[in-house]
C-alpha cells in the first residue's frame, strides 16, 4: 500500500545533512557500518516483528496521516487484540488449572476424611464434647443463667456454619432455609442487635413449641458421637431453653452482661440491655409476634421452594411430599404445595400453644417430655444397633469356636495316625 518511489525520494538526506558526510562521530558512514557494528545482521535478515514495526515507523515518519490510519493504526490494533486474546486465554487456563487442583485435593482430603481410622478419632472426640457441652450447660443454667445466651451463641456460630458447609457440600444446603434454622437466626438477632424489642422475644416464645414439637416428630436422637445428630437437638432444644431462661429468670438491668456495640462493631460488658415482654402478657400479645415471624418465613421458604422446584436438589418439602403423598386423599393429590402448607401451618399454630398458653412449670415440664423424647430415640438406636451387632458378634465367635475346636481335632487325629504308621513297621522289624 505505500508508495516506493516517494519512500525512496522522502528517505534521501536533506540539503544540510549529507549521508556518509554527518558532523556527528557516531553516525555510521555507511551500510558496511552498520554490518561491522552489528555483525548478525549482516547476513540473516531482521525477525518479521522487527521488519514489521520498522516498515510501519518508516511509513509514519515519511508519510502522511492517511497511511497511519490505514496501515499503522489497524495493525497495532490486530497486535493488541492478538495479545489481549492470548492474555484471556492464559488466564482462563491458569484458572482451570487452580480450580482442577482445588478439586483433587479436596476429594483427596474428602476420601481421607472418610477413613476408618479418621471416622473412630471424630466420633471419640465428637463424643467426648458432646458430654462436656451437657455438663457445662447445666451449670451455666444453674449458676448464672443471664449468661446462657453468650454461650448458645458461641455454639450457634460453631454447629450452623458446619451444618450450612456441609450440606452445601453434599448439595442439601435447602435443608438451611427450614423453619428451625430461620428461628435460630432470628433469636441471635435479637439477643446482640436488637435486644432492646420486647416483640422479638415474644415472637421467638410463640414459635419455640413448634420448635420442641418438631424434635419430637422428626424424631431427634440424643446420639453423642454424631455431629449431625446432636446439631439437630440443639436448633430445636437451645432457642426455646435460652429464651425461657430470659423470659422467666429476670435479668438485673443494673448487672452486667456482654453486649454488642453497633456503633463501634465490638463486644461490650455493661448494663443489660434486654427489654423483656411482661410475664402476664395475654395470649394475643405472644401470639401475634410470633404469627408476623412465621408469616415472614412462610412467604419467602414458599418462594425459594418455587424457584427450585424443578431442581434436583432435596429438601424438607419435597422429602414430605415424597413420604407422605400416598396419604392424601384423591382430590388432594395434584396439590402437594398447598396442602403441605396447610398441614405446615396447622403445626405452627398446635406448637404456638407452648409459648402462648402455657404456665411457666407446664413450658419446663413440656420441655423435659420433650427431652426424654430425644434420650429414648438416642437410647433404642445404641441399644437396637449394638444389640444386633453384638448378636452377629456372638454368632461368629462361637462359630470361630467350633472350627478351632473342629480343625485341632482333625490335627490331632492326623498326628495319631502319623504315629501309628510309624509304630507299626518297627514291630515288624
Not at 408476623?292 to 418439602?317: D, P
Amino acid at each position: 500500500a505505500m508508495d516506493t518511489e516517494g519512500l525512496r525520494s522522502r528517505s534521501q538526506p536533506r540539503d544540510s545533512v549529507d549521508s556518509g558526510s554527518s558532523e556527528d562521530p557516531n553516525y555510521p558512514d555507511s551500510s558496511d557500518d552498520i554490518d561491522a557494528k552489528h555483525p548478525s545482521a549482516a547476513g540473516d535478515p531482521p525477525p518479521k516483528r522487527f521488519s514489521a514495526f520498522r516498515m510501519s515507523a518508516n511509513s509514519f515518519a515519511g508519510g502522511d496521516e492517511s497511511d497511519w490510519e490505514s496501515g499503522v493504526l489497524p495493525r497495532m490494533r490486530r497486535l493488541a487484540q492478538h495479545r489481549l486474546v492470548e492474555g484471556q486465554q492464559a488466564v482462563k487456563h491458569l484458572a482451570k488449572r487452580r480450580i482442577q487442583d482445588g478439586e483433587k485435593m479436596s476429594r483427596g482430603l474428602l476420601t481421607r476424611m472418610q477413613s476408618a481410622r479418621v471416622r473412630r478419632t471424630r466420633h471419640k472426640v465428637t463424643f467426648t464434647l458432646t458430654l462436656c457441652d451437657l455438663v457445662a450447660t447445666t451449670l451455666i443454667f444453674a449458676a448464672c443463667p443471664e449468661h446462657l445466651y453468650v454461650y448458645h451463641t458461641l455454639k450457634s456460630i460453631l454447629l450452623l456454619t458446619m451444618r450450612a458447609v456441609y450440606y452445601r457440600w453434599i448439595s442439601m444446603h435447602l435443608y438451611m432455609f427450614d423453619f428451625c434454622y430461620f428461628c435460630n437466626v432470628f433469636f441471635l438477632i435479637y439477643c446482640w442487635i436488637l435486644p432492646h424489642q420486647a416483640d422479638m422475644l415474644k415472637a421467638v416464645i410463640g414459635c419455640s413449641g413448634t420448635l420442641l414439637f418438631s424434635a419430637a416428630l422428626f424424631r431427634n436422637s440424643f446420639i453423642p458421637h454424631s455431629i449431625n445428630h446432636m446439631t439437630c437437638i440443639f436448633a430445636h432444644l437451645s432457642p426455646p431453653l435460652v429464651a425461657w431462661t430470659l423470659l422467666w429468670q429476670k435479668i438485673d438491668q443494673q448487672q452486667e452482661v456482654w453486649s454488642l456495640d453497633i456503633a463501634q462493631l465490638k463486644f461490650v460488658k455493661g448494663p443489660s440491655q434486654f427489654v423483656l415482654p411482661s410475664q402476664t402478657a395475654s395470649w394475643g400479645e405472644m401470639f401475634v409476634p410470633a404469627l408476623g415471624l412465621y408469616s415472614a418465613w412462610g412467604s419467602w421458604y414458599f418462594f425459594v421452594m418455587h424457584a427450585y422446584r424443578n431442581s434436583e436438589m432435596v429438601s424438607l418439602y419435597k422429602q414430605m411430599v415424597a413420604t407422605y403423598r400416598h396419604m392424601m386423599p384423591a382430590w388432594a393429590y395434584p396439590y402437594p404445595g398447598p396442602c403441605f402448607a396447610v398441614l405446615h401451618i396447622c403445626f405452627f399454630i398446635v406448637g404456638s400453644t407452648w409459648g402462648t398458653l402455657m404456665s411457666k412449670e407446664l413450658q419446663a415440664l413440656f420441655f423435659c417430655l420433650t427431652l426424654i423424647i430425644v434420650f429414648k430415640n438416642g437410647a433404642g438406636y445404641y441399644i437396637d444397633y449394638f444389640w444386633k451387632v453384638f448378636e452377629i458378634n456372638q454368632t461368629l465367635y462361637l462359630e470361630d469356636d467350633e472350627d478351632i475346636a473342629e480343625k485341632r481335632e482333625k490335627k490331632r487325629k492326623a498326628a495319631k495316625e502319623k504315629k501309628e504308621r510309624l509304630v507299626k513297621p518297627n514291630e515288624a522289624g
